[in-house]
């Protein structure tokens, strides 16, 4: 019988990616088979055609457009990365999952259809080298980008869901390719053991759920609906989360990162030692009404209370409609006898003299800064790049150099703690 | 070598105290009274090419003459950087000091720095305008506040970029910027929470606003059936073309309409360009967003005087509180002078 709540994940090091034709790894390197990812992409009639491009740190390339990154997982034996999405219907969290460390798969692509008003996919650049590669953690990586040409016939929602299959059908296919390579690490990660001497301690998981282009998946299923649910960090960390947010790139959750969410990394690593990692509570960001706020953060901070938490991190996904519902459920929960530290972006303004924070309660004390997604960034003239031409509305060649505002960084804000910035008083 | 211009007044100057006070503006060569100290540190990096002096009360006499004589002064030198003071914690000097800064700054783009102990009058008025380091509150502290500046001051006349105020040891300039951290956010999110639960010190990196100013609602409207009524949105519905070109997010301008033209919808028809909300309901009846429907048929019936001839509109989603209050101040002034009694704001 398998143990509910034990995952084993094998890793593999890969630390250089090239284009190949002889799939697989060997001695750290991972070799892509164009001609195989790009005949398993267009088994999609809904994508038109891809470009297969790896965009390595240190290199002088920027990349465009990006939508989502996957990091390339694949379970061993029974069961299938990204239930909902790929395989049957099943939770994951459990069993044996191999991953390849150091590389993603970076899907970037227009949509066929123009669009109007909020929900669209905007601009996201990552650039991989010199002084604006800190404005994106994927500069960190090797990034296999699928450059998308989507069929014009189709609508946007349709393409939407094509692109985010393409992303993870590659992921799981090039982990797949390194299914017998024998692993860098084994680690089992395994939370049912309590210290009951040692503090508990919840994370507060907030998932932006408004609406298409700006949608959380979970296990292949919208969380409009959702009401704040406890989730074990293993499904989190095996799959369980699709990012389908394309709005802001500065602050959006991309697949990758929920696949090796920092928080529940960090968590992870200090459970036993100085705290026990009690549980995962997900909920929607963007609620609508004042009401729906309310529900949902008082909803969270209850369950907060019946695993009996002590403390508890909060994160967010999105702008200030988002951080909201976050400050809510802080307060609440520190109503409750929780103690809380926020992670928050800033806003102070383009020159940073405002105030930087979009909505306060007196309780949110302990606030742990990503910094400001109001400054503006000099981009510098690159040697290439990945996904389009020209910027998405302005239509500036990519090239550069061109001013961008820190919104169309790739998770150059991120709320999961990915990326290395903080504001700081100059 | 770096060329230095010293900014000093009379008592400093070796002129005497408050009885030569009004000493009037001069320019020496070299280096003088604690210019002497700033050189010592400098060592063989840097010089003192010219000292500024004026009496603390003649600067102030006449302060736009005395900052022309010094932008003269140095518009002919051009130093690589001014230092002011010194001043501690002294109100009339620290001052000058910070107008001289600011003024040579801003005109020149020559940069400056004055050292003021962080209480002293002219920290909050030039705070944002010149970099400042803190002293003690007298003289007794003119050693180190002398190394200070010239640490600080030499890595802003070399073209360093400024770094967070207290990697720096200056005084916060008032604004904050984003800078890069090797130590992750889950590592200080999880070592805060940590140090909460065990009832430690631990520092939120972003403080609490002061109280916010809480805002008094105006009075009932006394006679509705006769009051003109406005109606404002935070929206963004515009002209399909957005003339006015107001921004679809951090917006920093509002614009008025007809409301006949809104009335009619078309050539142009409206649209929202608002960033924040989808719009595509308002783009199909922009009744929706701004109720013109509803409020005409109120003044058809009587229930209120009429409508204002005029809407009003903005994008409000990542805008700053200064904007938002500048804005609103503007469309209210204009609001008044209109006759308008009473205004609904629609907001998404």
């Known amino acids: ?426 | 070598m770096v060329r230095i211009a010293h900014y000093i007044n009379q008592f400093f100057a070796g002129i005497g105290g408050e009885e030569k006070a009004d000493a009037p503006f001069e320019v020496r060569d070299g280096a003088v009274g604690p210019g002497r100290a700033i050189e010592m540190a400098l060592g063989a990096e840097g010089e003192i090419i010219q000292t500024l002096v004026c009496g603390d009360n003649s600067f102030h006499a006449d302060a736009e003459a005395n900052i022309e004589a010094v932008i003269a002064s140095l518009g002919r030198s051009k130093p690589d950087l001014l230092i002011a003071g010194p001043a501690f914690n002294a109100g009339r000097y620290g001052l000058a000091c910070g107008a001289v800064c600011a003024a040579v700054s801003e005109r020149l783009g020559i940069p400056t720095i004055t050292g003021l102990f962080p209480e002293a009058p002219a920290v909050d008025v030039y705070r944002s305008r010149t970099v400042m380091v803190p002293t003690g509150d007298s003289a007794a502290g003119m050693k180190g506040a002398v190394e200070v500046l010239v640490r600080t001051g030499m890595r802003l006349a070399q073209g360093e970029q400024l770094r967070p105020a207290d990697v720096d040891g200056r005084i916060p300039m008032g604004f904050r910027r984003s800078w890069v951290t090797d130590i992750p956010v889950a590592h200080r999110a999880t070592e805060m929470l940590l140090a909460k639960l065990r009832g430690d010190a631990f520092a939120s990196e972003v403080a609490l606003p002061e109280g916010a100013e809480a805002i008094p609602p105006a009075a009932a409207v006394a006679e509705l059936s006769s009051a003109t009524i406005a109606l404002v949105t935070e929206g963004g519905l515009v002209p399909e073309d957005n003339p006015d070109r107001i921004e679809s997010s951090s917006a920093t301008k509002w614009a008025r309409y007809p409301i006949s033209m809104l009335e009619r919808n078309e050539n142009p028809s409206f649209k929202s360009i608002h960033a924040g909300y989808d719009s595509q309901w308002v783009d199909a009846d922009p009744d929706r967003m701004v109720p013109l429907d509803a409020l005409k048929a109120l003044a058809a019936e009587g229930v209120i005087g009429g409508v204002h001839d005029y809407f009003y509109a903005t994008t409000g989603t990542g805008t700053t509180v200064t904007h938002g209050e500048r804005m609103g101040d503007e469309i209210a002034k204009q609001l008044i002078s209109d006759g308008v009694h009473a205004v609904i704001v629609t907001s998404t």
């Open chain 1, 1 to 426: 019988m398998r143990q509910p709540h034990s995952l084993t994940m094998h890793t593999i090091e890969i630390d250089g990616v090239v284009l190949g034709g002889d799939a697989g790894v060997s001695n750290g390197t991972l070799t892509v088979d164009v001609i195989a990812v790009t005949a398993l992409v267009l088994e999609d009639p809904r994508i038109a055609g891809v470009e297969i491009e790896i965009a390595r740190p240190g290199e002088s390339t920027r990349i465009v457009h990006c939508l989502d990154a996957v990091e390339p997982r694949t379970k061993i034996g029974e069961g299938s990365v990204f239930p909902g999405f790929l395989g049957g219907m099943e939770t994951v969290g459990q069993g044996e999952t191999l991953r390849l460390a150091g590389v993603s798969v970076l899907v970037a692509s227009r949509y066929p259809q123009p669009f109007s008003g909020l929900l669209q996919a905007r601009e996201a650049v990552v650039d991989m080298s010199g002084d604006t590669a800190v404005y994106s953690p994927f500069s960190r990586v090797a990034n296999v980008v699928l450059a998308l040409t989507p069929n014009p016939d189709i609508e946007n929602d349709d393409y939407d869901d094509a692109v985010r299959r393409a992303s993870l059908r590659t992921a799981e296919y090039l982990a797949g390719t390194a299914a017998d390579h024998e692993p860098d690490d084994t680690t089992v990660w395994d939370f049912s053991d309590q210290d009951p001497d040692l503090p508990k301690v919840v994370y507060f998981y907030q998932l932006q759920g408004q609406g298409r282009m700006a949608d959380t998946f979970l296990y292949g299923h919208d969380i409009h609906n959702l009401v704040p649910t406890l989730i074990h960090p293993n499904e989190v960390l095996d799959g369980a989360i699709v990012s389908g947010v394309y709005v802001y790139a500065c602050y959006k959750n991309p697949t990758y990162l929920h696949q090796n969410n920092p928080i529940i990394w960090e968590l992870q690593a200090r459970h036993g030692k100085d705290m026990n990692f009690a549980g995962v509570i997900i909920n929607r960001g963007h609620n609508y009404t004042q009401a729906d706020k309310e529900r949902s953060s008082h909803w969270a901070a209850k369950l907060a209370e019946f695993i009996g938490a002590d403390g508890a991190i909060l994160t967010a996904e999105g702008g200030g409609n988002s951080a909201i519902d976050m400050m809510l459920a802080c307060q609440y929960m520190e109503q409750a006898g929780i103690k809380t530290t926020v992670v928050s972006s800033e806003a102070a303004g383009a020159d940073g003299y405002d105030f930087p924070l979009f909505y306060t309660v007196p309780e949110a004390d302990a606030i742990v800064s990503i910094g400001s997604e109001d400054e503006v960034i000099a981009m510098p003239k690159v040697e290439r790049v990945i996904g389009g031409d020209t910027l998405l509305d302005t239509e500036t060649p990519a090239i550069g150099p061109f001013d961008l505002k820190m919104y169309f960084h790739y998770c150059g804000t991120n709320q999961l703690g990915a990326n290395v910035l903080v504001g700081r008083e100059f």
